[in-house]
């Protein structure tokens, strides 16, 4: 256990404020990411995420905290892609790549000029890595309101998300104002995101949001369940995560320690890769002639849409 | 005439002794198909044959196993029993299938799929589908030629797709696709068009006109089809035979014959009736 | 400065060469995601202190073949590979953070594997950024019609035994072996950015596939040229510039696509 937990791990501060803002930003991002998920939106989520990029870059460039930063170009982005539209899905993918591509080619100019400004170096770093250690205390009751309400924004909307995942039509038949529903739920994917880029950098926030989702979804078919697995999943590798990059100021080279980031990321990929090992005899058989199709199996044909794996109600 | 095939179960043995009465050289013989996945038996003791130019429908309810029987054909499932014949020759397992694919029977057998898989935006004409039903598996790229021109212009026309040789596939209606992948199967010269589910997804007038484009193939240029569907009614003035597939089994023969109220009762294991309405066919479940 | 005209010239027309197909086929994320093994593999590369070029290469293609083992086929194939991709992607960048981090070159590094670093071009580095062109053009050439064939058609590419599995193999590699000797040019972030724009702006203006291809490869030549002329005057980086003309070209693509005449109604044949 020494080993682990090195001293003076639980009395130093940042690491409070690392493990505190950890939390809720895992669950936060293990919860929308369930829907990110089964919406198909790993692309587009990441694309957030880097778009939130250049807000970060542009607030280091005015001086403000980068988390506003993200924030606010977060949730243009995502008012942005949504206007784009859910059709002709390769266009959009498109689109989105391009509007990516102009955003990074600003946030490689406001670093730029940043740089020129003031002395820090390593500003690009921090912004698109994260620095999970040196958040400004005052910043956290913003940060944790921020992912409180998101969440909150989420599980309030579940039912209906769910609905207009899975069939768009459906719920527009049922009276579900569809666009606006996806609005709302990606204005919480951008503070979830923003979160994230605070922690681990914009870039690196898409395994947070995409990586226990996407275990949990091959775990389990309930999305009640599958969110609380991500939620989960997403806690343990950020908390170990913390952890170790506190440790490794011990380890090789001395005194400097390996970045958060590094940590959570590989922990999301290690998670994932071990929901591959799961006995045959777990996979329930497929029968295409059974008709009775309950709530549960609306979430397992979602998540074989979204490439996750076997159903139990599917037409053949 | 050809008698109705019911299911029984054969052995490979009983088959070869048994001289088929059909028409001479088959195009494409089943003998006892059996398919397997998941551990379930999806398809079971299926067999029927296909002669020169003939018209066959494979007709029975979504989840049935028709895409499996034609996946079956084309040599992409193994079946877990029985063999496929084509053109007398058997379709061998997965290595020896691709040599004797590239060789004899990528000629016999151009496969229709349901839909391309492209957006409107995709930078493919309706001619370049074609042409890569000519050479699409050469390596290299393929340089503009006379003679390929001519061969991709004859096969648009034979479907009636000429008119818009030139626009970007993507952009077609769902009847003018259908056209082009039939004309990007038939630019190779096959003995046997294979169709998966080719009216699925189209309006009543496109159903009609393909209808028509396939009729004509199989009666003017002696190309044999084979298609899927779900609804026989479209297919009732070219079919001539059909192969009803239901409950993992079937039954194959002439249209009146296999489809009555006792032969498909017995297929399906629960009552069910045939109802014929104005040359319309509905089969309808009992309770 | 010839030096740098020669390989950023070099780097467009590989860019345009792999970004026709990467976004013929779908692949947008893809382009997107092993540039950044390519950075992770530069970082690990300066810090172990060997030659670049390993790093850069070793990396890309396990990016690229990890993509391509844990990628799903058939149903639900495009949102499992896009979750893989995310993941690859972002392995792939935290394992450059890690790398970058530890040999403590933080800003220059960082900033120079993501962005681009054209100015600093050296001539030995042109040769092996040449090579690798030519090598990625022969490729995708020898290739051309299996791609197309498996990109629009795969059942059909399947039944004629084209193995579509092997295809999106190739065409990983090939993509990651492009773009290995790239980044350091343009940087990880934005070489996707120049096989993306110009190939959207392309396939917006004609219907061939090979003008396509030819016209992705002008546009994202000339994408390059005004970007260098523009960094040059303004010192600003030139991923930004790539980035914005880049987009601007897609824009313009669309453009052109909404005013053009929609495909002429031509008589059409008998049907008989």
């Known amino acids: 256990m020494h080993y682990l937990f090195e001293p003076g791990l639980f009395s130093s501060g940042p690491v409070r404020t690392a493990l505190l803002v950890g939390t809720v930003l895992a669950v936060t991002s293990g919860v929308i990411g369930v829907f990110a998920v089964l919406r198909g939106q790993s692309f587009a989520g990441h694309s957030l995420a880097d778009v939130a990029t250049t807000g970060g870059s542009g607030a280091f460039l005015v001086g403000l905290n980068q988390f506003w930063g993200f924030l606010a170009a977060g949730i243009a982005a995502a008012a942005l892609m949504e206007a784009i539209g859910v059709q002709r899905r390769r266009g959009r993918d498109v689109a989105t790549g391009v509007v990516l591509g102009a955003a990074l080619g600003a946030a490689a100019l406001f670093l730029y000029l940043g740089s020129l400004q003031t002395a820090t170096t390593g500003a690009s770093f921090t912004v698109l890595f994260g620095s999970i250690f040196v958040i400004s205390p005052d910043t956290v009751p913003a940060l944790v309101a921020s992912g409180v309400i998101a969440l909150f924004v989420v599980a309030a909307l579940a039912r209906v998300l769910l609905l207009t995942s899975v069939s768009p039509d459906l719920a527009r038949a049922r009276g579900v104002n569809v666009r606006l529903v996806g609005i709302a739920y990606l204005a919480a994917l951008a503070v979830s995101v923003s979160l994230a880029a605070v922690a681990i950098g914009a870039v690196l926030s898409t395994a947070l949001l995409i990586g226990p989702s996407a275990t949990a979804l091959r775990v389990t078919k309930s999305p009640a369940r599958a969110m609380a697995v991500s939620a989960l999943t997403g806690l343990a590798a950020t908390w170990l995560g913390i952890v170790l990059a506190y440790d490794s100021y011990y380890w090789p080279p001395h005194g400097h320690g390996w970045p958060v980031s590094f940590f959570v990321v590989a922990l999301v990929l290690v998670g994932y890769l071990l929901s591959y090992v799961r006995p045959r005899a777990q996979r329930a058989p497929r029968s295409p002639h059974e008709d009775e199709c309950g709530p549960e199996a609306i979430v397992a044909t979602a998540a074989t849409a979204a490439g996750t794996e076997g159903a139990t109600c599917s037409p053949a | ?287 | 400065m010839l030096n740098t005209w020669i390989a950023a010239s070099i780097v467009a027309v590989i860019a345009g060469i792999t970004g026709f197909f990467a976004v013929l086929r779908g692949q947008t994320f893809t382009a997107h995601a092993i540039p950044n093994g390519a950075f992770a593999g530069a970082a690990g590369a300066s810090l172990l202190g060997i030659n670049v070029i390993w790093g850069l290469v070793v990396f890309a293609l396990c990016g690229a073949l990890g993509i391509g083992a844990l990628g799903a086929e058939g149903r639900g194939r495009k949102a499992r590979n896009d979750v893989v991709t995310a993941l690859a992607l972002v392995l792939m960048l935290g394992l450059g953070a890690l790398f970058v981090s530890i040999s403590s070159q933080y800003a220059e590094e960082t900033y120079s594997l993501l962005f681009g670093e054209v100015f600093g071009v050296s001539r030995g580095e042109v040769l092996p950024i040449l090579g690798l062109g030519v090598a990625a053009a022969v490729a995708i050439g020898v290739a051309f019609r299996p791609l197309m064939l498996t990109s629009a058609l795969p059942e059909v590419a399947e039944a004629r035994g084209v193995s579509t599995r092997r295809m999106d193999l190739y065409f990983l590699i090939v993509m990651a072996l492009a773009t290995s000797m790239t980044v350091p040019v343009v940087g990880a972030l934005l070489m996707f950015s120049l096989m993306i724009g110009p190939a959207a702006a392309a396939r917006s203006v004609t219907a061939r596939p090979g003008a396509a291809m030819a016209l992705s490869v002008v546009i994202a030549l000339a994408t390059v040229w005004l970007s260098i002329a523009l960094s040059y005057q303004t010192n600003w980086p030139l991923g930004f510039f790539v980035g914005i003309i880049g987009a601007a070209f897609y824009l313009i693509g669309l453009a052109a696509r909404a005013v053009a005449p929609r495909r002429a109604v031509a008589p059409r044949g008998a049907v008989g």
């Not at chain 2, 084509?86 to 020896?96: E, F, I, S």
């Not at chain 2, 109220?261 to 509905?282: I, K």
């Open chain 2, 1 to 287: 005439m050809q008698e109705v095939q019911k299911t029984a179960t054969v052995t490979d043995s009983s088959l070869a002794a048994e001289k088929p009465r059909t028409a001479p050289a088959d195009l494409l013989r089943l003998e006892g198909i059996g398919v397997r996945l998941g551990g379930r038996s999806v398809l079971g003791d299926v067999s029927f044959s296909l002669g020169k130019g003939e018209f066959t429908g494979i007709i029975g309810p979504n989840g049935a196993g028709k895409t499996t029987l034609l996946r079956v054909i084309l040599g992409l499932i193994e079946p877990s029993g029985g063999r496929v014949l084509v053109d007398g020759a058997p379709l061998h397992r997965k290595t020896l299938h691709r040599k004797t694919l590239r060789n004899k029977n990528k000629a016999a057998i151009g496969y229709v799929p349901q839909k391309l898989v492209i957006d409107p935006d995709m930078p493919l004409r309706a001619r370049d589908v074609v042409s890569l039903g000519l050479d699409g598996h050469r390596l290299g790229f393929g340089f503009p030629s006379r003679q390929r021109r001519a061969l991709v212009e004859a096969a648009l026309a034979d479907v009636g797709a000429d008119g818009y040789a030139d626009a970007r596939v993507g952009e077609l209606s769902g009847g003018e696709q259908q056209r082009v992948l039939i004309a990007h199967a038939l630019i190779s010269r096959p003995k046997l068009l294979l169709l998966d589910e080719p009216l699925a997804n189209l309006d009543l007038r496109s159903e009609q006109e393909i209808v028509a484009v396939l009729g004509k193939l199989a009666r003017e240029h002696e190309i044999s089809v084979l298609l899927s569907a779900h609804d026989m009614n479209p297919l009732l003035g070219v079919m001539d035979r059909i192969v009803y597939v239901a409950n993992g089994h079937a039954a194959s023969g002439p249209t009146d014959e296999v489809v009555t109220s006792a032969g498909l009762t017995e297929l399906y294991g629960h009552h069910v009736d045939v109802v014929r309405v104005h040359g319309r066919v509905l089969v309808v479940a009992g309770e």
